[in-house]
């Protein structure tokens, strides 16, 4: 992951971030997901209008925090990232 101008991690094209969701947050602007990867907090935002932002709403909004996800992101126009948690690979 790259950090990004605020302080946000952003994932490059065909990488993935591996760990146990700590918090899905709906903002005005944005979707931010935060995931602990050991002992370590790594959040990632995407605009709350985009495809990426619903995917994440859509794929998390059962998923426990704690549970282990992953968050892999392409270069697919229709499927920018998949998410993989306990319940299999959504986008």
């Not at 994932?11 to 995931?35: D, H, P, Y």
């Amino acid at each position: 992951m790259f950090p990004s101008r605020n302080g946000k991690e952003k994932l490059a094209r065909w990488q993935e971030v591996i760990g146990r969701l700590n918090e899905l947050k709906k903002k005005e602007s944005t979707v931010e997901v935060s995931i602990e990867i050991g002992g370590d907090i790594s959040t990632i935002e995407f605009p709350r209008d985009s495809t990426e932002a619903n995917i994440l709403l859509e794929a998390l909004r059962d998923v426990d925090e704690g549970q282990k996800i992953g968050i892999l992101r392409t270069d697919l126009p229709n499927r920018p990232i998949v998410i993989r948690s306990k319940g299999g690979c959504k986008s």
